[in-house]
Nanobody, 126 residues
């Protein structure tokens, strides 16, 4: 079992920045690929960014590319999502997720992730 706890969400004005953190416990953190997903009211959960277990491979959705950066610190068992130039459309609950399957290269699909955090709310005002 892997337990995930997100933090860092909040209310920010458009153009501002936030950094989300996701602390993991329970297993060897570097054995898991990590992902960030988000879900806005009335919409399906969507992929935001992913990172391999080593941190060598990262991916970002087109909608956030150039604005959001995923990173990880395996010594601290934590994955981060740095969000810059935030837009009102970024408003959502953000979830981190862990997957042993995605360890080598990271992956996009939510179905590959077995463990999920409880989510943290990000609200961007215009």
């Amino acid at each position: 079992q892997v337990q995930l706890v997100e933090s860092g969400g909040g209310l920010v004005q458009a153009g501002g920045s936030l950094r989300l953190s996701c602390a993991a416990s329970g297993r060897t953190f570097s054995n898991y690929g990590m992902g960030w997903f988000r879900q806005a009211p009335g919409k399906e959960r969507e992929f935001v960014a992913a990172i391999s277990g080593s941190g060598d491979f990262t991916y970002a959705a087109d909608s956030v590319k150039g604005r959001f950066t995923i990173s990880r610190d395996n010594a601290k068992n934590t994955v981060y999502l740095q969000m810059n130039s935030l837009k009102p459309d970024d408003t959502a609950v953000y979830y981190c997720a862990a997957s042993a399957y995605c360890s080598a290269y990271g992956c996009y699909g939510a179905t590959h992730y077995a463990y999920w955090g409880q989510g943290t709310q990000v609200t961007v005002s215009s």
